[in-house]
T-cell receptor, first 117, second 116 residues
Framework: AQKVTQAQTEISVVEKEDVTLDCVYETRDTTYYLFWYKQPPSGELVFLIRRNSFDEQNEISGRYSWNFQKSTSSFNFTITASQVVDSAVYFC??????????????FGKGTHLIIQP | GAGVSQSPSNKVTEKGKDVELRCDPISGHTALYWYRQSLGQGLEFLIYFQGNSAPDKSGLPSDRFSAERTGGSVSTLTIQRTQQEDSAVYLCASIEGTSGSYNEQFFGPGTRLTVL
């Protein structure tokens, strides 16, 4: 069965520091998709990124970057020069292609990121 | 355009009562998901609809939970004889296209259910 582990329950940093959120996953499928979602205090989950299992290229989007390594089954998320608006709960999630999405997303427990001014 | 909407936003009920939660997906989205978010269990998948059919209901926590979708649009999640452990935020998501494994899920704001 698939599993996503986010070992960091809460991280607190001072604004402008860089911060990395860890995500480790388990799956038996060879084709799968990894996601990061952000849940701000308002509560609505916001999609950030998707990677498929065949694409290990790192991705950068502004201050956000993602490091996908199949060898360590990790999909880590880094925010550079953090800002107070980045404060939220961040979820890593996995979807296996084999069931065509019928099993939904498997989420990690989330990391609560607090950016202090 | 309009996103996924859910109603009510908050629901307080007494133990043993039935509740009905509603989800309006984004227009044209064919697939719909229900999740539950609670402090103890995190985000759990409950059920998936492709059109009006739910091929697998094994994710529902107990037989007190049921869900339906009519007209390929609105979905309702019904919890009968509510228990205190049902207290959680119930989230709905919809996707464009049919491949839920690949496509971005668009989430609604959730219904916060409190069972007293």
């Amino acid at each position: 069965a698939q599993k996503v582990t986010q070992a960091q329950t809460e991280i607190s940093v001072v604004e402008k520091e860089d911060v990395t959120l860890d995500c480790v996953y388990e799956t038996r499928d060879t084709t799968y998709y990894l996601f990061w979602y952000k849940q701000p205090p308002s509560g609505e989950l916001v999609f950030l990124i998707r990677r498929n299992s065949f694409d290990e290229q790192n991705e950068i989007s502004g201050r956000y970057s993602w490091n996908f390594q199949k060898s360590t089954s990790s999909f880590n998320f880094t925010i550079t020069a953090s800002q107070v608006v980045d404060s939220a709960v961040y979820f890593c999630a996995l979807s296996e292609a084999g069931r065509g999405g019928a099993d939904g997303l498997t989420f990690g427990k989330g990391t609560h990121l607090i950016i202090q001014p | 355009g309009a996103g996924v909407s859910q109603s009510p936003s908050n629901k307080v009920t007494e133990k043993g009562k039935d509740v009905e939660l509603r989800c309006d997906p984004i227009s044209g989205h064919t697939a719909l998901y229900w999740y539950r978010q609670s402090l103890g269990q995190g985000l759990e998948f409950l059920i998936y609809f492709q059109g009006n059919s739910a091929p697998d209901k094994s994710g529902l926590p107990s037989d007190r939970f049921s869900a339906e979708r009519t007209g390929g649009s609105v979905s309702t999640l019904t919890i009968q004889r509510t228990q205190q452990e049902d207290s959680a935020v119930y989230l709905c998501a919809s996707i464009e296209g049919t491949s839920g494994s690949y496509n971005e899920q668009f989430f609604g704001p959730g219904t916060r259910l409190t069972v007293l």
